[in-house]
């Protein structure tokens, strides 16, 4: 047989199983059955399978579908909660294997989530991906405060630290994270959903690198080393418009402004007398968030990222049975109380034209 022929079906082969993989995975995963899924990595491996292809054709796509089937309201979060720290236990057996045992070769590094941020797993991935092309690695893991990590790169040395952040809420405490690292003279690349869809945010905040994803991040870091950081080379007026102090005064008083929403939104969405208890809670909690992502979005000052959130939370609310014709109104309320605030007020308002163009939302009909 020929090489030509040959090569697309060892592709084709390559696939297969690992569309196999994934789906005997993702039924250890939904079955909540640890064992199941630790044997599984292991026997792949056993087989022969690359580690690198495991960690990210395999279990991140498993835990990609973990959170599709959230947001469908098919999975609990209790479930969702569960089936992740299935996958974690999976790394974990992955990581002991003898194929994913390398030596390092290359310098040392850090790995970490930014204060706040408790979507671990993505952090840990790359981590063990580093590892395999023969990085020393420390990882951190989720929610660390940025003092600690601080020391812990002085102690370490590191050639360079990867942050992640999957909530956009949590990039105010990235910029914090990532100018104290370059204060030190340590690089610092970036990753996560938190940054955008095409790393938008990772510029502005000042890192020195984005990717991605974990093999993007492993490839970039193979190329060519970051280059350290002057402290003369910081930027510390890089987000000008913060001086209107507008994402200050919203975020300090984030929870006034809740209560006084919430307390108006009897009146301007009468559905909600008849409310349970439980669900008083959770539209206080959904107000916190928009809250949240308001601030967030003036602290960057793009209209974007707050409207992705709400189109995002209308289509979660719609899976779940909830009307999204609550939002309007609340936003509207949101931007009465901010009337003072230009910024504030121009941001909700793209988040309203948002989901009355929104199709998938605006007839109550699920994404």
């Given at each position: ?34 064992y ?19 960690l ?49 070769t ?33 990882y ?9 990590l601080?020391v812990?790169l ?32 340590v690089?610092?690349?970036v ?57 200050t ?14 307390t ?37 000052d ?13 289509r ?28 504030a ?18 007839a109550?009909?699920?994404?």
């Amino acid at each position: 047989m020929s090489t030509s022929t040959a090569t697309p079906i060892s592709a084709v082969d390559h696939a297969e199983h690992v569309e196999r993989s994934v789906e005997l995975l993702w039924a250890a995963v939904s079955a909540g059955n640890e064992y199941a899924a630790a044997d599984l990595v292991l026997r792949l491996l056993d087989e022969g399978a690359d580690p690198e292809s495991v960690l990210l054709d395999v279990i991140a796509r498993v835990q990609g579908r973990v959170g599709e089937e959230w947001a469908a309201n098919r999975m609990s979060v209790a479930q969702e909660h569960a089936a992740t720290a299935i996958n974690e236990r999976a790394v974990a057996a992955l990581s002991t294997h003898p194929a994913a045992r390398t030596t390092a070769t290359r310098g040392r590094l850090t790995v970490a989530c930014v204060d706040g941020e408790w979507h671990g797993l993505p952090a840990r991935l790359l981590a063990e991906v580093l590892k395999l092309r023969g990085w020393q690695v420390d990882y951190l893991g989720a929610q660390i405060p940025t003092p600690h990590l601080i020391v812990h790169l002085h102690n370490t040395e590191a050639h360079a630290v990867a942050l992640s952040s999957s909530i956009p809420t949590r990039l105010p405490t990235a910029h914090a994270a990532i100018t104290a690292c370059q204060a030190i003279g340590v690089p610092v690349l970036v990753g996560g959903a938190a940054f955008g869809p095409d790393g938008e945010y990772a510029k502005p905040l000042g890192a020195d690198a984005w990717a991605p994803d974990a093999r993007a991040a492993a490839d970039l870091l193979a190329r060519e080393p970051l280059p350290r950081p002057e402290p003369d080379d910081q930027q510390y007026d890089d987000l000008p418009h913060l001086a209107d102090q507008e994402y200050t005064l919203v975020s300090r008083s984030g929870p006034s402004l809740v209560r006084q929403v919430f307390t108006a939104l009897e009146d301007a969405f009468p559905a909600m007398r008849s409310y349970t208890d439980v669900q008083r809670e959770r539209t206080a909690e959904d107000l916190a968030h928009i809250v949240d992502f308001l601030a967030t979005a003036l602290y960057l000052d793009d209209e974007e990222l707050f409207t992705r959130f709400i189109t995002w939370t209308a289509r979660i609310l719609v899976a779940r049975g909830v009307p999204a014709a609550s939002l309007p109104p609340t936003l509207d309320l949101l931007a009465r109380e901010l009337k003072d605030f230009s910024r504030a007020v121009r941001i909700i308002g793209a988040g309203t034209r948002a989901l009355s163009t929104d199709h998938s939302t605006a007839a109550g009909n699920p994404a």
